[in-house]
């Protein structure tokens, strides 16, 4: 069983469109995150939901808005797509907030064209 | 927030030992993070220090030097399959946000 699963896995879309990345774990943990990897790599937060509660919400478009039904559910919706939103979005979840080990799901490649 | 650095890239030969640095700037340490990823998959937890010192995990090692900022990650008897991406990240003791670095591309060569 996949501990931390997202999908879809690839998207392929046009610049304007809205576009939505599930992402669900079933590990039990009490905190879920978004992180984006652009092309350079670098993994940067997004979002951190805390038992459905936003925690952690860095400096992003308001384009992107998260959603948490319930702990181990952390939706992220994309308004009017643009070209800078072509990476690779992952999933994590941790024990706790305060937890330094995140347990990442596969990740979801974003292309925009 | 947090200022992090470490190479973008290291090659070494297959056996052998390999030593990755991460320097940190931060308004609050709450623990550095190393973690691994290999192309095209998500990355996965290696190891934690929170205190200053030396933490073995079987080959690989990580040491922690608070005072100085600086973290290493030791890979010993190299493998192919240890080629990948290591990634330095710190807590932050405000808000517990893990801010991650750029990482580094290790490649193990026969």
């Known amino acids: 069983d996949t501990a931390v699963s997202q999908t879809p896995k690839y998207l392929v879309t046009q610049m304007g469109n809205d576009k939505s990345i599930k992402c669900e774990q079933n590990?039990?943990?009490?905190?879920m995150y978004w992180y984006k990897q652009d092309s350079k790599k670098f993994l940067k937060i997004m979002f951190s939901?805390?038992?459905?509660?936003?925690?952690i919400n860095e400096t992003v478009p308001n384009r992107f808005s998260p959603k948490s039904p319930d702990k181990a559910h952390l939706n992220l919706h994309i308004n009017s797509l643009e070209l800078g939103d072509s990476a690779v979005y992952f999933c994590?979840?941790?024990?706790?907030?305060?937890?330094?080990?995140?347990?990442f799901g596969e990740g979801s490649r974003l292309t925009v064209l | 927030g947090q200022n992090i650095d470490q190479p973008t890239e290291m090659t070494a030969t297959e056996g052998a030992i390999v030593q990755i640095n991460c320097t940190y700037q931060?308004?609050?340490?709450?623990?550095l993070f190393w973690y691994q990823q290999h192309a095209g998959e998500a990355p996965t937890f290696l190891s934690y220090?929170?205190?200053?010192g030396l933490e073995e995990k079987g080959r690989f090692s990580s040491f922690l030097s608070r005072s100085k900022g600086y973290s290493y990650l030791l890979l010993k008897e190299l493998q192919m399959k240890d080629s990948a991406s290591y990634l330095c990240?710190?807590?932050?003791?405000?808000?517990?946000?893990?801010?991650f670095g750029a990482g580094t591309t290790v490649t193990v060569r026969a």
């Open positions: 990240a710190v807590r932050d003791r405000n808000d517990y946000k893990l801010s």
């Open positions: 939901y805390n038992n459905k509660e936003l925690i």
């Open positions: 931060t308004s609050g340490f709450n623990g």
């Open positions: 220090n929170v205190l200053d």
């Open positions: 994590a979840s941790s024990q706790t907030s305060q937890a330094g080990e995140l347990f």
């Open positions: 590990l039990g943990h009490d905190t």
